[in-house]
């Protein structure tokens, strides 16, 4: 975070897998009293931060009583609890996060009508991820019935091994064309409520006086051409982070 411009909202996935000789159980026990005190031990010295708490909740990894132990437990250290659930199964998870006051919950694919009618109800953020869900060849999530539902909705690349894609510009156009989200709703998620899932929408995500000059400056006809052109990234001519210049194109 010290040798670069960007903002890096940091999150802890210690429960993302079950480690090879460990049952659930075990896991859980292992962040809980070993993995978070080691995380609060570098706190204190100056080591890292942390601004969030993750656990991959899913039938047959960490389930829903393990998952609300962990993110209470980050949630008492002050950590937004911002985690997966209901990627491949239902299970419940969205309604215990939302129970817990999770401030977004991602992937969804298997989310139920009553999980989202509690998270519109409970402003909680969801988190929607095109690039994993196109690449396993889930089921879409129901991403039309949530916005419709007034449940705010962000978008995100899922950046990782599985889902090698750092372009928004892609994930909007996929958005838009995968879940008939309308191309303002798609700029929408992709900025000010991305921002809103990490808990920073009141300093970043639009062009509003007192929040961060962060800005995209690109070479198009129109801002539609950023999500029509399906991924429009060598457009891109400037990037402006807190009123300063830190990528130029040259061109």
């Known amino acids: 975070k010290a040798l670069q411009a960007l903002d890096i909202s ?3 996935c210690g429960a993302h897998s079950i480690p090879s000789g460990m049952n659930e159980r075990e896991a859980t026990d292992d962040v809980l009293n070993n993995q978070i005190p080691a995380i609060l031990a570098a706190t204190a010295k100056g080591e890292v931060s942390v601004d969030n708490i993750d656990v991959f909740c899913e039938k047959g990894i960490f389930e829903t009583g393990c998952t ?3 993110l209470e437990k980050g949630k008492s250290q002050g950590w937004q609890i911002n985690f997966h659930a209901e990627e491949l199964n239902y299970i419940g ?5 939302v129970e817990v006051g999770a401030t977004a ?3 969804l694919e298997e989310i139920s009508d009553a999980a989202i009618s509690m998270m519109a109800e409970h402003k909680t953020k ?3 991820l095109p690039t994993t869900a196109w690449l396993l060849k889930l089921k879409p999530p129901p991403v039309r019935a949530m916005l419709d539902a007034g449940v705010v909705v962000a978008l995100g690349t899922d950046f ?3 889902a090698h894609c750092m372009s928004m510009l892609r994930i909007m156009n996929m958005a838009c064309v995968e879940y008939r989200m309308t191309m303002e709703e798609a700029l929408v998620a992709a900025t000010l409520n991305s921002a809103a899932s990490v808990g920073l929408a009141g300093k970043t995500g639009s062009i509003e006086p007192g929040k961060w000059a962060d800005l995209v400056l690109m070479r198009v006809p129109s801002w539609e051409h950023c999500i029509y052109q399906m991924d429009a990234s060598d457009a891109i001519a400037f990037v402006i982070k ?3 210049v830190i990528y130029n194109s040259g061109k």
């Open 126 to 128: 969801a988190v929607i």
């Open 242 to 244: 807190k009123g300063k």
């Open 105 to 107: 919950v991602s992937h």
């Open 10 to 12: 940091v999150t802890y």
């Open 93 to 97: 998870g969205v309604e215990m996060g």
């Open 160 to 162: 990782n091994p599985n």
């Open 68 to 70: 609300k132990e962990i």
